[in-house]
């Protein structure tokens, strides 16, 4: 860190003081969202820089590789999510972070003030997923530097209150690197197994490599997004193994995709037991719904029919009209 640098502190707008309390308290069901959030966004960064190295001459620290890595302390009580994606200069942290310039923040408290949660909109038009942090953190620090080579280091500083700081910081990669300092009762994630565990079920199929402590989480590839002729059978077997934790072979699949009214992609399964038949308990919905490989919903009732609750595997659909966060379906009939 420059020995220079001196922190400057921010006061947050009065619109993000409200979002942050609403994404605390009341957005989000469960708190283990946070971790899929913080993934999707570093996501984003490495597809935005992606594109940027296809147009830009002069990238920085242009070497590395477009990965995402967490790291888990158990003893500091830590959580770190690390990208080497776009990367934010100052000026992009106080307009992404602290102000409704470019966060979708103003969006998002305008769809809530006219309709509550029942009519809030599409959750691509929000970019609220950052906030979600301060839900398990007590305090979130952000480590940057923009693809700009002219840019400096920038740390961002906050506990979710009033304020914000920054300062330049030197020694930074690429990217954003996130380190949650997590509260005394949500210490569970900073433990391997526990952040290990999410990451299987959210973002598996997250297009970048995932690495936890240094090994790599998702290994399976999204094959309801490839084009049939280009899987093997195997791929398709080991993914039916995968997704529906079954150790039988699928008895028929079904590989798809539809343009209109939505855009969907969808692989499906029968297994060549029924379970029910076999005197196990009734089965639950078990074709997962995900939305541009993120998983939305593990079992969701409304997907299918409730005759065809023996089925396995997903179904993507990339505008899909959820609730602002991402936790349920709306507009059944357009479901339907």
């Known amino acids: 860190m420059s020995e220079t640098a001196t922190p400057q502190k921010f006061e947050f707008q009065a619109e993000i003081k409200q ?44 070497r590395l590789e477009l990965e995402i890595n967490l790291t888990t302390d158990d003893k500091a009580k830590t959580l770190t999510i690390q990208d080497f994606g776009v990367g934010m200069t100052r000026a992009e942290l106080v307009e992404n972070l602290g102000t409704i310039a470019h966060s979708g923040s103003k969006a998002f408290l305008k769809a809530l003030g006219e309709g509550g949660t029942k009519n809030a909109g599409l959750i691509g038009q929000f970019g609220v997923g950052f906030y979600s942090a301060f839900m398990a953190a007590k305090s979130v620090k952000v480590y940057t530097h923009s693809w700009r080579s002219a840019e400096p280091g920038q740390l961002w500083e906050s506990d979710g ?18 380190v949650l300092e997590l509260k005394d009762e949500c210490d569970e994630f900073s433990q391997e197994s526990r952040v290990k565990e999410i990451l299987e079920r959210y973002s598996a199929f997250v297009s970048f490599p995932i690495n936890l402590n240094g090994k790599r989480i998702n290994t399976i590839q999204a094959l309801w997004l490839r084009g049939k002729s280009e899987i093997k059978e195997e791929e398709y077997t080991e993914f039916y193994k995968f997704q529906a934790h079954a150790y039988d072979e699928p008895r028929l699949r079904l590989h798809f995709s539809a343009d209109a009214p939505l855009a969907i992609n969808a692989l499906l399964f029968v297994p060549k037991e029924n379970t029910e038949k076999l005197g196990f308990s009734r089965s639950e919905p078990a074709v997962s719904l995900y939305c541009r490989k993120v998983l939305i919903d593990a079992k969701p009732k409304d997907l299918l029919p409730e005759w065809l609750r023996f089925l396995k595997g997903v179904v993507d659909c990339e505008d899909l009209p959820l609730n602002i966060s991402r ?3 709306q507009d059944k009939a357009l479901i339907e």
């Open 19 to 62: 979002l942050l309390d609403i994404v605390i308290h009341s957005l989000y069901t469960e708190k283990e969202i946070f971790v899929r959030e913080l993934v999707s966004n570093a996501s984003d960064a490495l597809e935005k820089l992606r594109h940027l190295q296809l147009t830009e001459k002069e990238v920085f620290d242009d």
């Open 161 to 178: 209150g009033g304020s914000y700081a920054i300062e330049e910081s030197e020694g930074q990669r690429r990217g954003c690197k996130l």
């Open 327 to 329: 936790e349920t379906m």
